[in-house]
C-alpha cells in the first residue's frame, strides 16, 4: 500500500491543499495490475512529511502482512497517524486483516497456475547412472563430438524412462521432460530425424560400447563374470485330462 495525494480546495482554509489517499495494487483475473483506493485520508496536517508518509505506509503494509517491525517509530506523529489511519481500516471494514494471517491461510486451489512444468525425478535418477557408467570416453573414441555425446545421452535416458518410438521420444523432451537441462543438450535441436540418425551412428559402435558396460558393471558391482549352462533337454510339461485340463484345452483350443 502507498499514499497518493492530489490539490483539492481545503473548505476549512479556503486553499489549495494536498488530499491524501491510501491506496493498494492487486491483479485481476486477467493477470493484470489494477489499483484500488483502500481509504480516503483527507487532509493532512503540513508538518506531516513525505518521509513520514512512506513510513506510515510501510508500517501499515507490515501490520496487514502480520510482518514484525525491527525497529519501533520514534517520530510521535508517525505513531499518532499510523494508529488513526489503521484504526479508519478497521472501523470501516476496508481491508480483510485476517486474510495474511499465518495462523489462518488459506490456498485457492482454482487461482493457481503453472508454466512449462517437466518432469526431472527419474531423469536424474538416469543421468546419474549415465555418469557412473563413464561412457563418455568409449563414445568419444567412436568417433561422436562432444554435442552428439549430449545427445546420445538426451535420447538413452529419455526411452529408458519413457520407452517410446523417436517420434513420441520428441514429443516427451519437448513438452514433458527436463533431460535437456541435465544433459545440456539444446531443446530446439531434438527432433526424430536427429533421433534416428544418432541411432544408427551408435550401432556402429554396439560392440565397444557392449564391451565397455560389461566392465564397468563388474566394477560397479564388484562381480566377475559367470557362465552357466541349463540343461533343459529331458523337461516337459504335462496336461492330465481331468475336468481342469479339459478347461484349459478348451481355453487353449479357442
Known amino acids: 500500500m502507498y499514499f497518493t495525494s492530489h490539490d483539492l480546495m481545503n473548505k476549512q482554509t479556503g486553499e489549495l491543499d494536498k488530499y491524501y489517499r491510501l491506496m493498494r495494487n492487486f491483479r485481476d483475473v486477467n493477470n493484470k495490475v489494477r489499483h484500488s483506493t483502500v481509504l480516503s485520508i483527507g487532509f493532512l496536517p503540513k508538518e506531516v512529511t513525505r518521509e513520514d508518509l512512506s513510513e506510515i505506509a510501510e508500517l501499515i503494509n507490515n501490520r496487514y502482512l502480520h510482518k514484525p517491525t525491527l525497529f519501533k517509530p520514534n517520530n510521535e506523529r508517525v505513531k499518532y ?9 478497521i472501523d470501516g471494514q476496508k481491508l480483510d486483516i485476517e486474510l495474511f494471517n499465518p495462523h489462518n491461510q488459506h490456498i485457492v486451489v482454482n487461482s493457481l497456475y503453472h508454466e512449462d512444468v517437466r518432469e526431472a525425478g527419474a531423469e536424474w535418477l538416469a543421468f546419474n547412472v549415465w555418469k557412473s557408467l563413464k561412457l563418455e570416453e568409449t563414445l568419444g573414441g567412436c568417433g561422436l563430438t562432444e554435442e552428439q555425446i549430449k545427445l546420445t545421452a538426451t535420447q538413452i535416458i529419455s526411452r529408458a524412462v519413457h520407452p517410446a518410438s523417436e517420434l513420441a ?56 563374470e559367470s557362465i552357466i549352462l541349463f540343461d533343459l533337454t529331458n523337461t516337459y510339461f504335462e496336461l492330465r485330462p481331468d475336468k481342469v485340463g479339459l478347461e484349459l484345452f478348451q481355453c487353449w483350443k479357442t
Do not use: M
Not at 81 to 89: D, G, P, V
Not at 207 to 224: G, I, M, P, V
Open 81 to 89: 497517524w499510523l494508529e488513526e489511519i489503521w484504526q479508519k481500516i
Open 169 to 224: 521420444t520428441t514429443k516427451i523432451i519437448k513438452d514433458n521432460s527436463a533431460i535437456c537441462e541435465l544433459t545440456g543438450y539444446p531443446i530446439d535441436k531434438v527432433n526424430k530425424d536427429a533421433l534416428y540418425r544418432n541411432a544408427i551412428r551408435l550401432y556402429k559402435c554396439k560392440d565397444e560400447l557392449e564391451r565397455k558396460l560389461s566392465s564397468r558393471t563388474n566394477e560397479l558391482f564388484n562381480h566377475q
